[in-house]
């Protein structure tokens, strides 16, 4: 009996789970969506969804299309569609979908402006037009729409942000990246949305800077604010929840201050100050344990590398001016890390033996230093590595048969130092470079051993 029922029960819930993944589709929502379609300019050999819109399918079942239960359409997933020319503007293209909560055209060849009657879809949470090639002007709407997430990163938008985006009082992601947005952003306007978890500003031609008693909100997660014209590093003490910053590519000087290793806690993840003119790293700090990106090159470092934390992935400290000997024990610190570089900096000394035991590196790059002695044999352990570039060094002896086991290997560059000696047989798929280093012979060079 209690079978039957479970049965009962099961076989119900599956009805329902039919009917609920494809509602029956309301008749104007339908022709909403047919006439859309008619406006829009899409190759439909390369179409996947918009090709299968016709008029003998119930419309919640077409691709990118979902409905509520009563039928009407609230969410339209257009991405990856190769829709080119404009984006359809009258108020009758879109107004009838009312209840329209997603809506995704991102990754087309879109042109022209960013029509206003999408701004005011009145259920609309979710925007997400990246990757096309609007441009012009944002038209500032006096009713800000209750957007949640907002993303036009990657087209050509131009002048200044409008005054409705502050005034999106649910906008919880907002990214207007790699736009030609201008002119200057007080980045405290951002403080009355107190709900934002990501703030992506870069790539952009604007100015942003903060007031000296600016605080941003508790909630903000990542804040990428590369290319932003930048003078001073924002006051970040705050920011109790950040995972993820992005400083790069403006004009920061002076030292890293040592409280943006304390920033979220400690549960920081990401940091990319590259491309500004920081000098060195105010001490005492301790870097996050979760630390696992960290890109600190094209800068002006001075002084000793710093030793990073152990779960890094991706450590750049290329084109600085440190100046130390790699730590003995480095490449214990470097187990998990996939990408290392330092090249370009004033190393001095030897390659730690201890390099053998990064084994998850797939690039080391400790080219244009200055560093001495011979190449560690043990750097044949590293089995993952496909580009090790010791040019440009001071290194000396043979080169160890043992680089030959890497069978990943596709970039070799050992230009530029005093090695010698017979060159060992790599594999064919391996550039090799080996100029510069007179003691060498044998092939590829011309020089034979003798
Ligand atoms: C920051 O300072 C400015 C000018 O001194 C003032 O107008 C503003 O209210 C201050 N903001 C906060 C959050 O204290
Ligand atoms: C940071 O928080 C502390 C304590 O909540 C507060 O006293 C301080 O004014 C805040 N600083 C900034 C820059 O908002
Ligand atoms: C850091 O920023 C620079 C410049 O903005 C960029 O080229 C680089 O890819 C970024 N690094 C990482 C690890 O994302
Ligand atoms: C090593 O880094 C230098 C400087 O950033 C760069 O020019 C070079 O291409 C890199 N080598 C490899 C193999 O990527
Ligand atoms: C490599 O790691 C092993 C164990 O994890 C350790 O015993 C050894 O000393 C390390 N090698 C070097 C050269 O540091
Ligand atoms: C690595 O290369 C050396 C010298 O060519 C060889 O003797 C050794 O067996 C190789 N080791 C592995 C694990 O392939
Ligand atoms: C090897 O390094 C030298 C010096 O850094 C550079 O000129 C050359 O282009 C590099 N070769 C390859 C194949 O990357």
Known sequence: MSFQITSLILFVSFLFGVTRSAPPCLDDQKDLLLALKNHLTFDSSLSTKLVGWIQSVECCAWGGVACDE??????????????????????????????????????????????KSLLTLPSLD???????????????????????????S?????????????????????????????????????????DLYALDLS???????????????????????????????????????????????????GEIPNWIWEVGNGYLRFLNLSHNKFSGLQEPYTFPFLLDVLDLHSNRLEGDIPVPPRRVYILDYSNNNFKSSIPVDFGNVLRSTLFFSVSNNKLVGGIPESIRNATSLRALNLSRNALTGPIPPLIGNLKDLRSLDLSVNLLSGSIPEELTNLTQL?????????????????????????????????????????
Not at 78 to 93: A, F, K, V
Not at 133 to 148: A, K, Y
Not at 155 to 181: H, Q, V, Y
Not at 206 to 233: D, G, H, P, R, Y
């Open 410 to 450: 596709s970039l070799l560059n050992l230009s530029y130092n005093h090695l010698s000696g017979r060159i060992p047989k790599f594999q064919t798929s391996t550039e090799l470079s080996f100029e510069g280093n007179e003691g060498l012979c044998g092939p590829p060079l011309k020089k034979s051993c003798g």
């Open 154 to 194: 990657n087209n050509r938008f131009e002048g200044p942000i409008p005054g409705f985006i502050f005034k999106l009082a649910a906008l919880s992601t907002l990214k207007l990246s790699a736009n030609k947005f201008s002119g200057r952003v007080e980045l405290d306007k951002f403080g009355k949305l107190t």
């Open 70 to 115: 009563a039928g009407y359409v609230t969410r339209l997933d257009l991405s990856h569609e190769t829709i080119h020319g404009r984006i359809p503007s009258s108020r009758n293209d879109w107004e009838g979908l009312n209840r329209l909560e997603y809506l995704s055209m991102a990754y087309n060849s879109l042109t022209g402006e960013l029509p």
């Open 203 to 253: 790539y952009n031609d604007l100015t942003v800077s903060v007031s000296a008693n600016f605080s941003l909100l508790s909630k903000l997660n990542s804040i990428m604010l590369a290319s932003c014209n930048m003078k001073e590093v924002p006051d970040l003490k705050n920011q109790s929840r950040l995972l993820m910053l992005d400083l790069s590519d403006n004009h920061l000087s």
């Open 126 to 152: 979710d925007l997400d037009l990246s990757y096309n090639r609007l441009s012009g002007q944002l038209i500032d709407v006096v009713q800000p729409p209750r957007l949640r997430n907002l993303d036009l």
